[in-house]
C-alpha cells in the first residue's frame, strides 16, 4: 500500500512561492491519481488540486487556477503542488492524497482518497 510523505511547507511574503511534494512509496504509483486539499483554523478541509494518473489531467480550486501548478513524475513517485502568487487567504495545512478508485481522471471529492499524507505548513503573511 502507498505512503504518503508531505514535504515544503514553509512562511512566505504574500506575492512569493511556495513547491509542495509529496513522495509516494510502498505501492504502484501510476494506479493512483492524486491531490491536495487544505484546511485552515477554523474552517473544513478544501479541495486545492487533482491530477491523473498519467498527469494529461488536471482539476483546480477557482481561487488558485493561473497561481498553483499540480503536477507529478512517475520516475520519482513524486507529486508535487508548485504555489506563485501566494496570498494570506492560502494559509492552510496542506495535504497530499491518493486516490485508485479515480486514477483515470482523479476528482475533487476527498471521501474518494484512500490514503493522505501527514500535511504541510503554510504560511503567508501580509
Known amino acids: 500500500q502507498v505512503q504518503l510523505v508531505d514535504s515544503g511547507g514553509g512562511l512566505v511574503q504574500a506575492g512569493g512561492s511556495l513547491r509542495l511534494s509529496c513522495a509516494a512509496s510502498?505501492?504502484?504509483?501510476?494506479?493512483?491519481?492524486f491531490g491536495w486539499f487544505r484546511q485552515a483554523p477554523g474552517k473544513e478541509r478544501q479541495f486545492v488540486a487533482a491530477?491523473?494518473?498519467?498527469?494529461?489531467?488536471?482539476k483546480y480550486l477557482d481561487s488558485v487556477k493561473g497561481r498553483f501548478t499540480i503536477s507529478r513524475d512517475n520516475s520519482k513517485n513524486t507529486v508535487f503542488l508548485q504555489m506563485n502568487s501566494l496570498q494570506p487567504e492560502d494559509t492552510a495545512d496542506y495535504y497530499c492524497?491518493?486516490?485508485?478508485?479515480?486514477?483515470?481522471?482523479?476528482?475533487?471529492?476527498?471521501?474518494?482518497?484512500?490514503?493522505w499524507g501527514q500535511g504541510s505548513q503554510v504560511t503567508v503573511s501580509s
Open positions: 492524497a491518493a486516490s485508485e478508485k479515480s486514477w483515470l481522471v482523479g476528482t475533487q471529492r476527498a471521501d474518494e482518497y484512500d490514503l
Open positions: 510502498g505501492g504502484i504509483f501510476r494506479n493512483y491519481a
Open positions: 491530477i491523473s494518473w498519467s498527469g494529461a489531467r488536471t
